[in-house]
């Protein structure tokens, strides 16, 4: 099993500035790596796709980057209602894994 | 307009079993590959089980030889049957189509499924 570890476990910061998140894989797992933003009570919303792709309606704030075992999450400027948590997903390998998530909370 | 509507879950009682529905609209499941991903209480997210092409499948270790995830084309529903639950299967369960496979995937609200005695 691929296991995905996510880091920092939190970010604190403030709107407008720039959050890095990053997600590092136990082996590669190609260009095969997603982000998830999930809030309480919703389901987790696509942010990007096959590492660095940007999925529908998701601002440009948000990017991804990177390949094989490393992987980053970057908002550009932080908005009040991008404080969630953020999780990678592996689909190169069964059985399919999540990170273990980062919260990034408000400072 | 697409949508997945999960229903099924409740309190259960450890050894137990119960089955998740997913009733799907806007699309076929005979078409797309789908999911059961779950969140336990204050736990992260947990992909589960998924169901792609004529009738492939895969599961989490940890739910391998209890759960079964099957659809029904006649009422494009995707179903998730789960025996011998533990309190450890709490969880939020989500359906999912084409779980980060392309620009967009959809999920449903979730059902909760509670075990305990």
Request: with cysteine; proline share 4%; glycine share 10%.
């Amino acid at each position: 099993e691929i296991v995905l570890t996510q880091s920092p476990a939190t970010l604190s910061l403030s709107p407008g500035e720039r959050a890095t998140l990053s997600c590092r894989a136990s082996q590669s797992v190609g260009s095969y790596l997603a982000w998830y933003q999930h809030k309480p009570g919703q389901a987790p919303r696509l942010l990007i796709y096959d590492a660095s792709n940007r999925a529908t309606g998701i601002p440009a704030r948000f990017s991804g980057s990177g390949s094989g075992t490393d992987f980053t999450l970057t908002i550009s400027s932080l908005e009040p209602e991008d404080f969630a948590v953020y999780y990678c997903h592996q689909r190169s390998n069964w059985p399919l894994t999540f990170g273990q998530g980062t919260r990034l909370e408000i400072k | 307009e697409v949508q997945l509507v999960e229903s099924g879950g409740g309190l259960i009682q450890p050894g137990g079993s119960l089955r998740l529905s997913c009733a799907v609209s806007g699309f076929t499941v005979r078409i797309h590959s789908m999911s059961w991903v779950r969140q336990a209480p204050g736990k992260g997210l947990e992909w589960v089980s998924i169901l792609y092409g004529a009738d492939s499948t895969y599961y989490a270790d940890s739910v391998k030889g209890r759960f079964t995830i099957s659809r029904d084309i006649s009422k494009n529903t995707l179903y998730l049957q789960m025996n011998s639950l533990r309190a450890e299967d709490t969880a939020v369960y989500y359906c999912a189509r084409a779980l980060a496979s392309g620009p967009r995937d959809y999920w449903g609200q979730g059902t909760l499924v509670t075990v305990s005695s």
